[in-house]
Nanobody
Framework: QVQLVESGGGLVQAGGSLRLSCAASGRTLSSLSMGWFRQAPGQDRVFVAAINWSAGSTYYAEYAESVKGRFTISRDDAKNTVYLRMNNLNAEDTAVYYC??????????????????WGQGTQVTVSS
């Protein structure tokens, strides 16, 4: 029922920037996390960033160590969209980027296995 559509990927030179978008539809109000993951060729899908909602109806952002300080996750409630701003891109960032929703209590925001809905992915290629 929940649908996620990523966009904004493409080819960028090393040191450049991109902003990915994830448009959500369906039942998303009860989501615990909206996250970004990425998967490079021949590699596992790994955590990149997430917005996590607490029991107090506030939220906080978490980042993988490899992107902390370079990537910023944000949201636009009016557009029901989550963004990932990526700065200072390098070859290690080349991957298919996926957005995902975590809805289960007792699950972990950093775990690829604990997210319940996934988008189709958008390709990010960093060249030099």
């Amino acid at each position: 029922q929940v649908q996620l559509v990523e966009s904004g990927g493409g080819l960028v030179q090393a040191g450049g920037s991109l902003r990915l978008s994830c448009a959500a539809s369906g039942r998303t109000l009860s989501s615990l996390s909206m996250g970004w993951f990425r998967q490079a060729p021949g590699q596992d899908r790994v955590f990149v960033a997430a917005i996590n909602w607490s029991a107090g109806s506030t939220y906080y952002a978490e980042y993988a160590e490899s992107v902390k300080g370079r990537f910023t996750i944000s949201r636009d409630d009016a557009k029901n969209t989550v963004y990932l701003r990526m700065n200072n891109l390098n070859a290690e960032d080349t991957a298919v980027y996926y957005c995902a929703i975590r809805r289960r209590y007792g699950s972990s925001w950093w775990s690829v296995y604990d997210y319940d809905y996934w988008g189709q992915g958008t390709q990010v290629t960093v060249s030099s």
